[in-house]
Each structure stands twice: as structure tokens, then as C-alpha cells.
């Protein structure tokens, strides 16, 4: 029977055949250097490249490496769960696989952990290579979050970082769907601290985060964290009913200074009429938004589906910490 590693390190894939022998070399020579038993497990993401050939090479070659491989593309967040839910280390470390962040970091996390810390996260403090919109939306989403969520949600974080054994747990016991997976580990507490670090650029291959998966990200973490959506519809609906009231009078007595055909006719009326409508599609969308995610958790779906798994010593997952049914294994 395998030793059981102190250190699990989950890396999701996505189209990264690029990146992928120069992660495992850094994580090894990274993990290696700590003298104690370590894991890498992968998930591949519903892979179009030859990411998945790569990964079974490795976990042939290397016994550490462990491959989950989904039946199809389930989304970055799910990677990262699915891989939460295949590890046994007592310390376990999210990092994706373009290298942006570096697996040099993970023995400062070591050391903070080692000192009592049950959460390490890493705290951007440059971001190279990337776009003045892509800089300037990511800092507005953070300062967004920040201020209208119901957790402290450290800025400028991703997922990088590394986790205790009994917040993994806690994480896996969570079924809900729509993640955001830095809010959830917000959530759950415990001793917490940062570290800075200077994010490199992507060496090969291209984000996997466009503009609709940012917006969707985005939502996710507002709905998944926060009320101020539905509770600003409050506020928009007394401020509309207070300029409405208003307005009566105020019309009145500039139609009777100007004349009585001033704003009268049927253009006022249409423009009034697209003005209230935009407010309420625009109220009707946000609540559609929490709607959905009911209907999400309701179905009862599992999280993700499993095509098979590469150097796990057995198909069955280990289940301690985790909900139910947080998956489906075809064959």
C-alpha cells in the first residue's frame, strides 16, 4: 500500500500540452526539495489537445501523478473541486497549469502552514503580460466583491493557495454548484494569511478565461455570496417612485409657465414607458439569475462526470469530507 503523501498538489488542465512538462518538472523539483511524500493530481478538463497523452505518460513514468479525466468540459471551478475531492495529502495547493503562478511559492505557503496557518493564500502584486482591460476589469471585480459580499474576500487573490486538511474537508462537504471557490474557502474560516508574489506572464498557449466566462465567473460570485443585487431593487424602486411623485407637479407648472404643449404628446410617454421597462428587464434578469441557481441545486445533478482516472490505486474516489453524490463515473 502507497504511503500517504503530506502534500497534495491539484493542478486543473484545459488545452495545456504546452505547459505541461514544465509544470511537472517545476512541481517536482519544487516538492522534492521539502523531503517529504508528495502528489500531483491533474484534471483534464475535457482537453482537445494532447493534454490527457501527456498526463498518462507522466503518471506512467512517475507514480505521483494522478489523472482525473472528465467526460467533457466542465469549467475551471469544477476542475478544481473534482480535484479537492482526489486528494488525501494533509496539505493540499491549487495552482493552474500555465505557470502564471509560480510552484516556487508553495514552500513559503509550506513554512506559513507549518506555523499554525490553516490557509495560505497569494496576493497578486503585479500581473505581467496582460491587457489594460484585463488588469483594469479584474481590479474592479475584486473591489466589487469585496464591498458588496458577505465574506472578507482578500484582494487581488485567486485560487492559489494552499489549504489544510480540514478546510478541504469542509470545502468538499459543499454540493452547491455555481462555485467560486476563494469565496467558498473565505467562508469557511479558520486561521488565514497571504503571501505577495509577482505574477508572470502565460508562456504558451492562450488565457482560458475570455470575457464570457469573466462575466460568468463574476455572477457566480456575486449570487453565490451576496443579496445586494435583489436588495438594490429597493432602493432603484423608491427613488423611481419619489422622482415619479415629484415630477407631477413640477410638469404641471412648467406646462402652465410654457405652454401646454410642452412635453406632451406620445414621445414623452414611449420614452417614460422604454425608461420604467429597461428597469424592470434589467430587475427581472438579476432575479432570473438566483432563480436559475435554485433550479441548479434542486435537480440534483451530480457536480461533474468522470471518464476514468489514471494512477489512483483504486477507481473509488476517497470519500471523507465529501456530499453524497458529487459525481458520476461513466465507463
Known sequence: MATKPRYSIVAPIYNEEGNIPKLYDRIKGVMDSTGETWELVTVNDGSRD????????LSAKDSR????????????QLAVTAGLHH????????????LQDPPELILEMVERWKAGYQVVYAVRQERKGESWFKLFTAKLFYRMIYRITDVDIPLDTGDFRLMDRRVVDALNSMPEHNRFIRGLTSWIGFKQTGVSYVREAREWGETKYPLKKMV?????AVTGFSYFPLQIMV?????????AVLAVPVIALLRVILGFQFLGGQVTHIVLLLLLSSFQLFFLFVMGQYVARIYDETRGRPLYVVADRIGFEDKEKNTQGKSAAPELEVS
Open 87 to 98: 486528494t488525501s495529502g494533509d496539505a493540499v495547493v491549487i495552482i493552474d497549469a500555465d
Open 216 to 220: 460568468r465567473f463574476a455572477m457566480d
Open 50 to 57: 494532447r493534454s490527457l497523452e501527456l498526463l498518462a505518460e
Open 235 to 243: 432602493y432603484v424602486s423608491f427613488v423611481l417612485g419619489v422622482l
Open 65 to 76: 501523478i494522478k489523472v482525473v479525466n472528465f467526460a467533457r468540459n466542465f469549467g475551471h
